[in-house]
C-alpha cells in the first residue's frame, strides 16, 4: 500500500499507459480520479474500477480546470498529478501541415500544462505532493518523421524541469517518464498505419537493446516509484523505461 492516503488524477486514463497507472495505484491504496476525452471507453473504465471518470480534453484549459476541480472535489482531496494523456503523429516535414502541427502540441505539451496549472492551488492546499509527466524516449533523441511528436515531448521534459524548479518551495515533486517501445493502442495504430506494418515492427525493435516492446504496466511502476514516498529526493528527472533505446 506504497500510496494510502493519497488522492491522484490521471489523465488518459481510458487506455494504455495511463489506464495501467490508474489501476497500479488503486491497487497501492490510491484514491484516483479518472479523465480522458474518450467519454464512452471512460465510462466503461470508471465502472470496472470503481472510480470517479471525468470526461475532459486537455487541449482545452477552460474545461481542465474545472475537470481538476471536479476530481478533488471527488476525492476530497489532491496531491498526485499524472499527465498521461497524448496522442502520437508519424509524418514527414512536408506532410506535417500546422494542423497537425498544432493537435500534437495542444495535447502533448499544453495539455500537461493546463492540468498543472489548474492542479497546483490543490497540491499546494494539500501541502505538497508530486507531478509525473508522460514524456518520451523521442523527447531525447531525433527520430526520423517524429518532428512534431518530438517537439512536444521535449518541450515537455523542459516543462518538467522548470516546474521542478519553480514548485519545490511548495513541495511539490515534478518528474517525468520516457517510455521507449510500450505497446499500447496508440503504438499499435502507428504500426497498422505503416505500408508494410511487421518490416516496420521489426526495424522499430531492432534499435531497443531487449528487442521487445514494453508493457504499460512496466511504464506504471516507474510512474508508482516517482510518486511514491520513495523517490522523496527526487525532482527535474527524466526516467527512462524504454529497453535500450538505441535511436540515437
Known sequence: M????????????????GLATARRFLAEGAKVALLDRDAEALARVAAELGAPGIPVDVADPER???????????????DAVVNAAGISRVASPAETTPAL?????????????????AALPHLRRAG???????????????????????????GLLMLTRCLALDLAPDGIRVNAV??????????????AAQPD??????????????GRFGTAEEVAGAVLYLTSAEAGYVTGSALGVDGGSAWH
Request: aromatic share 6%.
Open 2 to 17: 506504497r500510496l494510502a492516503n493519497r488522492h491522484a488524477l490521471v489523465t488518459g486514463a481510458a487506455s494504455g499507459i
Open 64 to 78: 481542465v480546470a474545472a475537470a481538476v476541480d471536479a476530481a478533488a472535489a471527488a476525492l476530497g482531496a489532491l
Open 101 to 117: 502541427w498544432r493537435e500534437v502540441m495542444a495535447v502533448n505539451l499544453d495539455g500537461p500544462f493546463h492540468v498543472c496549472r
Open 128 to 154: 505538497g505532493g508530486s507531478i509525473v509527466n508522460l514524456a518520451s524516449a523521442a523527447g531525447l533523441v531525433p527520430r526520423p518523421d517524429y518532428g512534431a511528436y518530438g517537439a512536444s515531448k521535449g
Open 178 to 191: 520516457c517510455p521507449g517501445a510500450i505497446l499500447t493502442p496508440m503504438v499499435e495504430a502507428t504500426m
Open 197 to 210: 506494418p511487421a518490416s516496420a515492427e521489426r526495424a522499430f525493435l531492432a534499435r531497443y537493446a531487449l
